[in-house]
């Protein structure tokens, strides 16, 4: 019989719920029901308004009904496209995983990994599935020796998009405990992450962040996103180049057909889970091997 989904996790009690926490500066905060409802309005004007081929038009247009019809008061949308229903979806993960955390005895890294054949062209984006691109990712991980490995690993797709080559450069942020850690560090001379030196288009393509501050509750909602930027401009620089670290909104038609691509996604397609697995009362550490249908 399958297990619970992510979607399926308890709302957070009130010390977990990363929507009341107040952030160590002052200034970051996280997104209002307000803020959620707005955001689902310019998606939905983007929608509207995309220069797109006939099918693909009908389905932006049935999308943009769906984003003005989100009721906040009932946010269990079925669209990942939907602010609203990320809002609510950000609420119960990353508060299952602040309660995780901070009931762990093992080291705790945030970590992103981006491989180098994950950037596809805006107009073939639909034809990417995010199922196959987590297979992928498990597939590497098992190969350095996810399996036998303590801890636990949390990863979820995220996309940015490259105004220079109209390209979706498509990743997993995440959180990683324990020996799960060293398994995605290894990673690096991996084949999948294009061996030691990985690829030049890439600033970072694996990046482990040991040292956490003590603003852990943002750091984790950083991990699971609602929102896909255009990434900012490469400058080329005497000995490397450096991607400027300001980003901005996607313009259509790319704006709209990643809507479309995120709306056919479900959470199982974009959520990895190794060592993890989800119970009425949130997230548990699973013996033995890694969680094979999360």
């Not at 603003?215 to 400058?235: E, H, N, R, T």
């Amino acid at each position: 019989m399958a297990g619970l989904g992510i979607t399926n996790l308890p709302m957070p009690g009130k010390k977990d719920r990363i929507d009341r926490a107040t952030p160590s500066d002052g200034k970051r905060g996280f997104e209002t029901k307000a803020e959620a409802m707005c955001e689902d309005g310019k998606r939905a004007q983007l929608l509207r308004k995309a220069d797109l081929p006939k099918k693909q038009a009908k389905r932006a247009k049935d999308l943009a009904i769906l984003l003005d019809s989100v009721d906040p008061r009932n946010p269990d949308c079925e669209s990942l496209a939907s602010s609203v229903g990320m809002r609510w979806l950000r609420i119960i993960i990353v508060g299952a995983l602040w309660k995780l955390v901070n009931k762990s005895s093992l080291p705790i890294a945030l970590v992103t990994i981006v491989p180098p054949q994950w950037r596809f062209p805006s107009q073939k984006l639909h034809k990417v599935e995010a199922k196959k691109l987590k297979a992928q990712l498990r597939s590497a991980l098992n190969r350095c020796d996810a399996k036998e490995a303590t801890g636990w690993l949390f990863c979820w797709l995220h996309g940015e998009f490259d105004p220079v080559t109209s390209c979706f450069i498509l990743h997993f942020h995440g959180v990683a405990c324990g020996g799960m850690i060293d398994v995605v560090d290894r990673l690096r001379k991996s084949g999948f992450m294009g061996g030691p030196e990985g690829d030049t288009w890439v600033y970072r393509p694996l990046f482990i962040q040991r040292k956490l501050t003590t603003d852990l509750s943002y750091l984790l909602s950083y991990q699971v996103k609602s929102y896909w930027p255009a990434c900012g401009i490469l400058d080329e620089l005497e000995t490397h180049t450096k991607r400027r670290a300001l980003k901005s909104r996607i313009l259509n038609p790319h704006a709209s057909r990643m809507l479309l691509w995120i709306h056919h996604s479900r959470p199982t397609d974009i959520c990895l889970l190794m060592h993890l697995r989800v119970t009425k009362s949130g997230l548990k550490t699973s013996s033995g091997r890694a969680t094979a249908r999360t």
